[in-house]
């Protein structure tokens, strides 16, 4: 079953804009990690936050964690036009070992 | 070198066929997964090997046989091809706590 929803489905900015994009999830997790896709490639690993976690950063990434509310957000700070991807949540759904994708997050950046 | 290469990158096949994609990792993780994405950008996971075992079979047709001759490689077979079978299908390799990696993909068109 759908573990993790990304939302909202599809984003357009501009570039130098910030980018905020959320995953919901249903069952208790060991980490959570978001990844991007562009078009016509295969998914790439962006970062990993633990369940003790709350934040993490990496480059112009930033992801939060709250497990409360089952729930996660990427932040992408100043956006470029090469962040043009869309961009998925992958959860284990309790430690099952099997990551499970939403449906992804579009984001065009126009330039 | 490719960390996880898959072959062919496109797959265009008549309906009722039998074709194969090949996935190979170098980086001597000892599970492998099939993923399927569909026209909607949903990934769906067919089926995860450990060591050559077959973990899990998500509500996959018996039509898609998977095969392991190694731990470094995962092959998926399909039989009597139908239309809804066209889909991408990512090969990944990876572990729960530093993240997955993935191929590039393989484009399946069943005419």
């Known amino acids: 079953s759908q573990q993790g929803e990304e939302d909202p489905q599809a984003l357009s900015i501009q570039e130098g804009e910030n980018a905020t994009m959320n995953c919901s999830y249903k069952?208790?997790?060991?980490?959570l990690q978001w990844y991007r896709q562009n078009s016509g490639r295969g998914l790439v690993h962006l970062i990993l936050i633990r369940s003790n976690e709350r934040e993490k950063h990496s480059g112009r990434l930033r992801v939060t964690l709250d497990t409360s509310k089952k729930s996660s957000s990427l932040l992408i700070t100043a956006s470029r036009a090469a962040d043009t991807a869309s961009y998925f949540c992958?959860?284990?759904?309790?430690?099952?070992?099997?990551?499970?994708f939403g449906r992804g997050t579009s984001l065009i950046v126009h330039p | 070198d490719t960390a996880v290469s898959q072959t062919p990158k496109y797959l265009v096949t008549q309906m009722g066929n039998d074709k194969s994609i090949k996935c190979e990792q170098n980086?001597?993780?000892?599970?492998m997964y099939w993923y399927k994405q569909d026209s909607k950008k949903f990934l769906k996971i067919m089926f995860s090997y450990n060591n050559k075992e077959l973990i899990i079979n998500e509500t996959v047709p018996n039509r898609f046989s998977p095969k392991s001759p190694d731990k470094a490689h995962l092959n998926l077979h399909i039989n009597s091809l139908e239309l809804g079978d066209s889909a991408v299908y990512f090969c990944a390799t990876g572990h729960p706590n530093y993240g997955y990696t993935f191929g590039s993909g393989t484009r399946l068109t069943v005419v």
């Open positions: 992958a959860t284990d759904a309790g430690g099952s070992y099997i990551p499970t």
């Open positions: 980086l001597g993780h000892d599970t």
């Open positions: 069952t208790s997790i060991n980490n």
